[in-house]
């Protein structure tokens, strides 16, 4: 496990391995489990939720870099140019914005991003996490 003294490590800039997604169905029906949603929109309409899309990229990062036990994700935000469909091919990506360390607990801000087979970005979005250090 990572802890986080080696996330300290890793600078502002820091790019993570970007990562080819096939957007499918059954991620997308276990996303909307998870968060409890009732509505039959994104599955009637074969469209991935934005936040679903935020949380597969932030997924796809945390298995790159493992959290400390402890770590809580305090806020995130985005910015939505476009729908992705069921079976759309995405690039997960994301960056380190922020990495640094206040009264004990490290600010790790990451920005992320899902672009589209046409390479434009449709999802752009932040997330921080508070580490224990």
């Known amino acids: 496990m990572t802890s986080s003294h080696e996330i ?7 790019k993570f391995k970007p ?14 489990s998870a968060v409890g949603t009732s509505s039959e929109f994104y599955s009637r309409n074969e469209i991935c939720p934005p936040t679903a899309l935020l949380a597969f990229s932030l997924r796809s990062i945390m ?11 305090v806020s995130q935000e985005m910015n939505c140019y476009g729908t992705i469909c069921n079976n759309d091919k995405v690039i997960l990506g ?18 992320v991003t899902v672009e589209s087979g046409t390479k434009k970005c449709s999802i752009s979005g ?5 580490i224990p250090e």
Do not use: C, F, M
């Open 126 to 130: 932040k997330a921080t996490i508070l």
């Open 94 to 111: 994301g960056e380190i914005s922020q990495n640094s360390s206040r009264s004990g607990w490290r600010y790790l801000t990451l920005d």
């Open 19 to 32: 990562v080819d997604y096939t957007v499918s169905k059954k991620d997308v029906d276990n996303y909307l």
């Open 8 to 14: 300290g490590k890793l600078p502002v800039g820091y």
């Open 63 to 73: 298995e790159e870099i493992s959290l400390p036990e402890g770590s809580i994700h």
